[in-house]
C-alpha cells in the first residue's frame, strides 16, 4: 500500500506540472482526489490493514493529498497566470498606429435646396405636409379636376398599378392639396415636397422620377395679388433683392385663372444668354387660383373661401442654383460630384 501511495503521489504531481491548462487540471484533480479517484481506491482498502499499520497509512494518505491539494493549487495559479500573459499579449494595442479617418457625408444638393425652400416658407407661416407616393388617380386626376380623357391620365405618360388605372404612382405632388383640404382645418397654408414619376425617358432634364415641391393658401379673401407678393418674396429670398418676376398665362385643370412664373436670368441680368437661351427669364413653377370646382369636391364653399397653389421642380431649382449642366448627375451618386456641395 505504501508503494501504491507512493506511485500515485509521483504521478500525479507529474500529471498536474504537465497539464496545459484549467480544464485539463480539473480532469487530473477528478482522476487522483475525486470520490472515484485512485486515492480513494486505495483509502478503501484501509479495513484489511491491521490494527497497528492503520493510522501509520491513514497518516501517509493524508500526507499524500495535502501533497497533490498544494501542488493541485500551484499548477493552478501558474496557469492562470500564464494565461493572463497570453492575454495581455494578444491584446496590446498600438497607439502610435495612425487611424482610420473618418469621412463625413454632406447634404445632397437637392436637399440643401429643398431646406432653403423649407426655411422661407416655414418662415411666412406654412406648415410641410409629406404624403404617399403611391397614390390614388381619384387625388391624383379627379379631384383635381382632371376628368376621364384628360391627356395626362393616359397610359404612355402614367405608371400605373392596375387595369382600372385606379392606383398609380403619383404624377405630381397636386394631390396634396386634395389631403390637406381632407386633414386640416381652415385657413390651410402648406407646402408638400416629395417625389413623383412620369413615363419619361432620362436625359440631361428628363427623369421619370424627380422631386416638386407643393404649395397652397386657402383663407377667406385670398387673392391673385397674395401669390404673387408671395412667390415674388421667396424668390428676392432665394435669388436677391430685386430680382424679378414674370406671370405668364397657362393652364392647368386644377387652377383658374393659371399662369406660369419666370424668373430674370441669373445669368445674364435679362439681356438674353445660352442659359436661358435667349430670354433673359427662366421659368420656374405653375401656379394659380384653385379652381372653384375642386374646393367644391372637397366641400369648401368657393363663395367663403378662396386659395391659391402652385408646383416647384426642385431638380430645375438645385440645377440652376448650383449651375449643373446634366440632372442625371443629381441621380447617379458620384462621389467626385457630391464631394463638391
Ligand atoms: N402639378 C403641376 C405640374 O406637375 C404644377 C402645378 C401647376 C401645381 C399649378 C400647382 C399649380 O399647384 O397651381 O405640372
Redesign the pocket.
Known amino acids: 500500500m505504501k508503494e501504491q501511495l507512493a506511485k500515485i503521489k509521483e504521478e500525479a504531481l507529474a500529471s498536474f506540472s504537465s497539464a496545459a491548462d484549467a480544464a485539463r487540471l480539473n480532469d487530473l484533480r477528478v482522476k487522483y482526489l475525486g470520490k472515484k479517484g485512485e486515492l480513494t481506491a486505495v483509502l478503501k482498502q484501509m479495513g484489511k490493514l491491521s490494527a497497528e499499520e492503520r493510522p501509520v497509512m491513514g497518516q501517509l494518505a493524508n500526507d499524500v493529498r495535502a501533497a497533490l491539494e498544494t501542488a493541485l493549487e500551484d499548477c493552478s495559479k501558474k496557469l492562470e497566470a500564464a494565461a493572463l500573459e497570453r492575454r495581455l499579449k494578444e491584446e496590446t494595442l498600438d497607439v502610435t498606429i495612425p487611424g482610420k479617418a473618418v469621412s463625413i457625408g454632406r447634404q445632397h444638393p437637392m436637399n440643401i435646396a429643398l431646406d432653403e425652400l423649407k426655411t422661407i416658407f416655414i418662415g411666412m407661416g406654412f406648415t410641410v405636409l409629406e404624403g404617399p407616393e403611391v397614390e390614388l388617380a381619384s387625388y391624383n386626376f379627379d379631384r383635381l379636376n382632371a376628368e376621364e380623357g384628360h391627356p395626362s391620365r393616359d397610359w404612355s405618360d402614367t405608371f400605373y398599378f392596375d387595369e382600372d388605372s385606379r392606383v398609380m404612382l403619383r404624377?405630381?405632388?397636386?394631390p396634396m392639396?386634395i389631403r390637406a383640404m381632407e386633414t386640416m382645418e381652415l385657413p390651410i397654408r402648406i407646402i408638400a415636397p416629395g417625389r413623383?414619376y412620369r413615363k419619361d425617358e432620362v436625359d440631361a432634364t428628363h427623369s421619370p422620377m424627380f422631386h416638386?415641391v407643393?404649395?397652397?393658401v386657402i383663407d377667406k379673401g385670398v387673392t391673385m395679388a397674395d401669390l404673387k407678393g408671395t412667390l415674388n418674396t421667396v424668390v428676392e429670398d432665394l435669388y436677391g433683392a430685386g430680382t424679378r418676376t414674370r406671370f405668364r398665362p397657362h393652364h392647368?385643370p386644377?387652377?383658374e385663372p393659371?399662369c406660369e412664373m419666370d424668373v430674370q436670368c441669373h445669368k445674364c441680368g435679362g439681356a438674353g444668354c445660352p442659359t436661358c437661351k435667349g430670354e433673359g427669364w427662366i421659368e420656374l413653377?405653375?401656379?394659380?387660383m384653385?379652381h372653384p370646382r375642386v374646393l367644391e369636391m372637397s366641400g369648401i364653399d368657393p363663395e367663403v373661401y378662396t386659395g391659391?397653389?402652385?408646383?416647384i421642380g426642385l431638380e430645375r431649382m438645385a440645377l440652376r442654383r448650383f449651375k449643373i449642366a446634366d440632372m442625371r448627375l443629381i441621380f447617379e451618386n458620384d462621389m467626385r460630384f457630391l464631394e463638391q456641395f
Open positions: 404624377s405630381q405632388t397636386s392639396q413623383v416638386q407643393e404649395g397652397m392647368f386644377f387652377t393659371s413653377l405653375g401656379a394659380g384653385i391659391w397653389a402652385f408646383g
